[in-house]
């Protein structure tokens, strides 16, 4: 089975023919690194995306001049400023490619007529909306209740080699710590695990 048809398929169940229907409004493209696909302050393209390949990132600029991750997107996912595109106003954050990705760029005007007229993409749409709302309070409630080792362990667990991906302070910002912070920690976690091989 065609690896992004199952996963449309674990949001809601679509058929062959959806499926092609999708992708006749969607296309194929290659993001470099530091690509962006909606900026701060700008009204964005209707478009999203659906990674298949490397690492995106949504951030804000704060008051301090620092960037602040709020989200970090993996294969298979979907990437975009939805709520800037569905209220028709800027978009809060910024979208772009930490790694050259893969995507398809969906056009969501043209999805949302699909929507109204075949209920297999009404299902699709209401599921992964779902899921882009259970995901925003798992992330509000590991900010709340786990420490930042915890925090980083459990990013761990969703992304094994997120080390190795992308910049430690990239990985900090997302954890709402110091790059200094996640440094100890790591240390702390590396001298831990060579104790127990001991």
Known sequence: MNANFAFLNSFANIDEAAFDKLKNISSYKVLNKNEIIAKEGEAPLAKVYMLISGIMRAYINVESGKQHNKKIFVPRSFVGALTAIITNKPSKFTYQALTNCEVFEIDFTAFLRLCETDIAFSNLYNRILENVFIEYERRSLELMTLN????????RQRIANIDDLIPQFQIASF????????????????????????
């Open 148 to 155: 930042a080792t915890q925090r980083y362990l459990k990013l």
């Open 175 to 198: 954890l709402n710590i110091t790059p200094v912070q996640l440094s100890r920690i790591r240390k702390k976690l590396n001298y831990k695990h060579m104790l127990m091989k001991n």
